[in-house]
């Protein structure tokens, strides 16, 4: 398959683009976009046999259910039950790294839901995802548009890298801003509302909207989002993990390995991408795996972030499950 590619401006989606883009999806096609956390590789949700082909491009394990994206709340209503805590998250937080889960409705397809009796929907903070599933006029499934396992991509050169000849189109539109995916919380229980992912949205924020704690799902509800089972996010090179103040990874006696953090290390690094803040840190790790994988580097030593506050959550999350440890 030849895959159409097209740059867009993404604070302003031309026209054409997205009718382009939206038609494909109708048809049953897949379409990357741009999304405010990674790149999404988006299908008609309601589609079955369209939602089948994101699993076969990414070569994810079918039990790893999607999120669905939506363009508005109203939208939300024919998917899934919404109670008093997702109606006041999504009138609080929407559009933002928020996914919620809630209890679905037989419109949405086994397929898009892993087979399970709920739902994970979120409404992006994009401008161009933001038109191209009011375009489609249906909600879009979209995980990340990268092979399975493999780093999420927050470029348009990465999305080519993974998924160039085996979907229909892909939407340049340049870096994202937050570059690591949602939070995923579970507020099927309203009493016991679950943290599944941390990410791009801080847990405090969550914690000081909605008065109380969200709490660590146990290994039945683990099972339930089967994306936390996986080992994720890992580049082609091995990840070791550096807590600053602790021993460097023995790996720098060897050459060529690379570095990336917050604080440089005493130890030279071959190569090196030091960030001014934790929220850089997350905008840019994926792509600091890809590239040095690219450059050949043979391993990469990544600083462990000692702020576990806003970002730093899912930046640690991340940065664990990338090195194997989870
Ligand atoms: P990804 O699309 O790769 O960013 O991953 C989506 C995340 O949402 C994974 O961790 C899934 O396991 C989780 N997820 C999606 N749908 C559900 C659901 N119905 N219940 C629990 N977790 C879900
Ligand atoms: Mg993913």
């Known amino acids: 398959m030849t895959t159409i590619t097209a740059k867009i401006n993404k604070w302003n989606p031309e026209p054409e683009i997205i009718s382009k883009a939206a038609e494909i999806l109708r048809n049953g096609g897949l379409v990357a976009f741009p999304t405010e956390t990674v790149y999404g590789l988006g299908a008609d949700a309601l589609n079955a046999e369209a ?12 039990d790893n259910p999607l999120i669905l994206h939506v363009a508005n709340i109203e939208q939300v209503n024919e998917l899934v039950f919404i109670n008093d805590t997702a109606e006041k998250l999504m009138k609080t937080f929407w559009p933002a790294p928020l996914t919620l889960v809630m209890k679905a409705k037989n419109i949405i397809p086994l397929r898009t839901r892993g087979g399970l009796d ?4 979120r409404m992006p903070d994009n401008p161009t995802a933001l038109a191209l599933i009011e375009a489609t006029g ?3 499934a979209a995980p990340s548009a990268n092979l399975s396992g493999r780093p999420s991509p927050t470029d348009f050169e990465s ?14 539109g340049g870096s994202v801003e937050v570059g690591i995916e949602s939070t995923v919380i579970d507020i099927t229980n309203p009493e016991k509302i679950l943290m599944l992912r941390p990410g791009g949205m801080p847990r405090e924020i969550l914690e000081a909207a909605l008065q109380k ?9 683990k099972k339930k989002s089967p994306g936390t089972r996986y080992k994720h996010y ?12 602790e021993k460097f990874p023995e790996v720098y006696k060897k050459n060529n390995f690379a ?10 690094a071959d190569g090196i991408i030091l960030f001014n803040d934790v929220k850089n840190y997350a905008r840019g790790l994926f792509a600091g795996f890809r590239k040095f994988e690219k450059e050949k580097f043979s391993c990469v030593v990544v600083e462990w972030p000692e702020d576990n506050s806003g970002i730093g959550e899912g930046l640690r999350d991340r940065i664990s499950r990338a090195g194997g440890k989870s």
């Open 51 to 62: 939602v089948k082909k994101v699993y076969e491009a990414k070569g994810r394990p079918s």
């Open 213 to 221: 704690k969200l709490e660590v799902p146990d290994d039945q509800s």
């Open 234 to 245: 890992a580049p082609d090179i091995p990840v070791f993990i550096w807590k600053r103040g």
């Open 259 to 268: 570095f990336m953090g917050l604080h440089e290390p005493d130890i030279k």
């Open 138 to 140: 249906r909600p879009i």
């Open 118 to 121: 709920t739902a994970a929907i």
């Open 159 to 172: 999305v080519f890298n993974d998924m160039n000849n085996k979907i229909e189109m892909i939407i340049d």
